[in-house]
């Protein structure tokens, strides 16, 4: 399976501020993605990062609170833009290797905005 | 569009005791199916899946689970549970076009809890 980093795995942001989050995959992989977990709750699909092109958002997300970047087949950043206490999350990266193959996981950034 | 319920939100079992985690999805087509386990501070780690083929899969420690379309069900279940499976269970399923875990939707989750 695809080994998958993170970074930073965690940061205290003051609001008004950006964050971006980083994952490295260490094979090429077809997708990525990208989930918000808040506090107590279960995982959101943000967006798919598309390598080459702009991105996919799911309802209620848009790329101007939650820029994502795909430079190639192993490298995602998703920024957190003008934060809020209410982005405090967990962000994952999440990777599939192919067509009808499982979703791996990092880690996660745990996100706080004070 | 598809969804996912975990009815039980906490549950706690004696080191031990058998374990049956129930999750129900809400899926037009033949779904994908997967079980994850987060530990605290941790992310998410594959237990198992279903594709396709043998309704009954089998998964990383000890876990099985079995999947029955008559009753849109994919509940986990392991024999006997060790203090280390406390954690939080999500039941999710896949609907990309390409299939897999394209695209997940995850349940609420299940806390549990193992007494000793």
């Known amino acids: 399976s695809a080994v998958i980093s993170q970074k930073p795995s965690r940061d205290i942001c003051q609001r008004g501020t950006s964050l971006t989050i980083q994952c490295q995959v260490d094979s090429q992989v077809t997708m990525m993605f990208w989930y918000r977990q808040q506090p107590g709750q279960s995982l959101t699909l943000i967006a798919t990062a598309n390598q080459g092109s702009e991105a996919t958002y799911e309802s209620g997300f848009v790329i101007d609170k939650f820029p994502i970047s795909r430079p190639n087949l192993t490298f995602s950043t998703l920024t957190v833009s003008n934060m809020s206490p209410e982005d405090s999350s967990i962000y994952l990266c999440?990777?599939?290797?192919?067509?009808?193959?499982?979703?791996?996981f990092g880690q996660g950034t745990r996100l706080t905005v004070v | 569009a598809q969804s996912v319920t975990q009815p039980d939100i906490h549950i706690t079992v004696s080191e031990g005791a058998s374990l049956e985690l129930r999750c129900n999805y809400s899926y037009g087509a033949t779904p994908y199916l997967f079980w994850y386990v987060q530990s605290p501070g941790q992310g998410l780690q594959l237990l198992l899946k279903y594709f396709s083929g043998d309704t009954l899969v089998q998964g990383i420690k000890g876990f099985e689970a079995e999947f029955k379309r008559s009753q849109s069900s994919f509940n986990l279940r392991k024999p006997s549970v060790h203090w280390s499976d406390a954690a939080e269970y999500f039941c999710?399923?896949?609907?990309?076009?390409?299939?897999?875990?394209?695209?997940?939707?995850f349940g609420t989750g299940t806390q549990l809890k193992v007494e000793l």
């Open positions: 999710a399923v896949g609907a990309g076009l390409t299939g897999g875990g394209n695209k997940l939707t």
């Open positions: 999440s990777v599939c290797e192919g067509m009808n193959t499982e979703a791996f």
